[in-house]
């Protein structure tokens, strides 16, 4: 649970935007038959032991891939964010 708290302080501070990541799915293969399916970020950091639909196996979610992944998300909300405000602040390109 230490991970996983962790995990959420990290967004602690962030702009209301990126908290819909966790409301975002993210695409999941089960290691046993590769099924792909989809889960909810905010399912998944808090239940990382998921079941395959397509063969009930249980399926952990690497936290620490879900993280990084986050944090490229994270990364490319704020650049967008920046191309966003460097729009809007009036500066006018021909
Ligand atoms: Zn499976």
Not at 13 to 36: D, F
Not at 52 to 69: A, I, K, Q, S, Y
Request: net charge positive.
């Amino acid at each position: 649970m230490k991970l996983i708290s962790g995990t959420s302080a990290s967004f602690t501070g962030a702009p209301p935007l990126l908290l819909n990541l966790e409301k975002e799915k993210i695409t999941i293969r089960c290691s046993h038959c590769q099924m792909e399916f989809d889960e909810t970020i905010s399912w998944v950091i808090y239940e990382p032991k998921l079941f395959c639909p397509g063969c009930n196996e249980g399926v952990t979610v690497d936290l620490l891939e879900l993280h990084n992944m986050l944090e490229s998300a994270r990364k490319q909300t704020g650049n967008l964010l920046k191309k966003l405000a460097d729009r809007s602040s009036g500066k006018r390109s021909a």
